[in-house]
């Protein structure tokens, strides 16, 4: 239980850590509302679970020691956060009125949830080097990796859910069409930001 509670504290402190996960919230609760917002939550907590999976099989082993299998991977997330980036860039401002809350349905921003975390192939190391620090190899792995993979989705659907909510409250000033351009101008800029970064990083 000590070793479950470090645990929890790690995966807390990356969470809270702002990235491509975090800004889509910020961005889908400010522009979008916040049960479209939750839709998207749902999408990275979703694609969370798949990479511990995938990090537990044989499929993270090769991602994690194949330099090809990473980088096309590395790649193709770093264009789909700098195609993001731009097309919220691009975006038209709107008045108070509609403020884009009728804009994306709940399936596309689950959709762009899980894009944004499953397409990080850094996840896949994260896990593989992070979960066996916590197991117990004098225990039964399945359970405890169960365990450990699902807090961390959890925890995932938690933090930003409180990121939503405090961003909701920003909503009303940032509703005019001034605050709105500006929003997405910076929301736009750090997509592109978190893209070129993966893109340009190593292991």
């Given amino acids: 239980m000590e070793n479950y509670l470090i645990y929890v504290g790690v995966v807390i402190a990356t969470i809270l850590l702002p990235g491509p996960a975090v800004m889509l919230t910020l961005n889908n609760s400010i522009q979008r509302g916040i049960l479209k917002s939750l839709a998207g939550i749902l999408g990275i907590a979703l694609a969370i679970l798949l990479v511990a999976i995938i990090s537990a099989t044989s499929l993270g082993i090769v991602l994690a020691s194949s330099a090809i299998a990473f980088n096309i991977i590395k790649i193709v997330g770093a264009a789909y956060l700098i195609y993001l980036g731009i097309k919220i860039f691009r975006s038209e401002a709107t008045n108070n009125d509609l403020f884009k809350e ?49 807090t961390f989705s959890f925890l995932v ?45 190593s292991k």
């Avoid at 994306?104 to 620090?133: H, T, W, Y």
Wanted: proline letters at 3%; glycine letters at 8%.
């Fill in 157 to 201: 659907i938690v933090i930003h859910t409180i990121y939503a909510v405090s961003a909701s409250f920003a909503k009303s000033k940032l509703s005019s069409q001034k605050g709105s351009s500006l929003l997405n101008k910076i929301s736009g800029g750090v997509f592109v930001s978190f893209g070129v970064g993966l893109a340009a990083s």
């Fill in 102 to 150: 009728q804009e994306g349905s709940f399936f596309k921003c689950f959709m762009e949830g899980f894009l944004v975390s499953v397409s990080n192939p850094k996840a896949v190391i994260f896990f593989m080097s992070i979960f066996p620090q916590f197991i117990d190899l004098t225990q039964e792995y399945t359970p405890q990796f169960i365990l450990l993979a699902v």
